[in-house]
């Protein structure tokens, strides 16, 4: 089974950094497509960055220009780089990948894999 682990969630001030890891595992192959999602409190999830397995890359435009997304498939992971952090992105942060051989898009119905979490609170 495909699992997603994340990491690196904590507390901030605002304009302060952080970067977020996914460790992904149980892929038999490397034809998956990455992403992460946010809820915040009182709010619906969703969609933050995306990440294909051509390379294509798209933010949500809330977070275009201070959030990058990136991965390493040979080491099995996904990052999240968080620059200028603002008190609305405080929420529960969200790695999600699907088997995939172009891109996925921001809708969390594109995605079958999720993992548990990581809280970003900023202040």
């Known amino acids: 089974d495909v699992q997603l682990v994340e990491s690196g969630g904590g507390s901030v001030q605002a304009g302060q950094s952080l970067r977020l890891s996914c460790a992904v595992s149980?892929?038999?192959?490397?034809?998956?497509?990455m992403a992460w999602f946010r809820q915040g409190p009182g709010k619906r999830r969703e969609g933050v960055a995306t990440?294909?397995?051509?390379?294509?890359?798209d933010y949500a435009n809330s977070v275009k220009g201070r959030f990058t997304i990136s991965q390493d498939k040979a080491k099995h992971m996904l990052y999240l780089q968080m620059d200028s952090l603002r008190t609305e992105d405080t929420a529960m942060y969200y790695c999600?990948?699907?088997?995939?051989?172009?891109?996925?898009?921001?809708?969390?119905?594109?995605?079958?894999?999720w993992g548990q979490g990581t809280q970003v609170t900023v202040s």
């Open positions: 149980g892929y038999t192959n490397s034809y998956y497509c």
């Open positions: 999600a990948s699907d088997p995939c051989s172009t891109f996925r898009g921001l809708g969390q119905d594109e995605y079958d894999y």
């Open positions: 990440l294909g397995n051509d390379g294509s890359i």
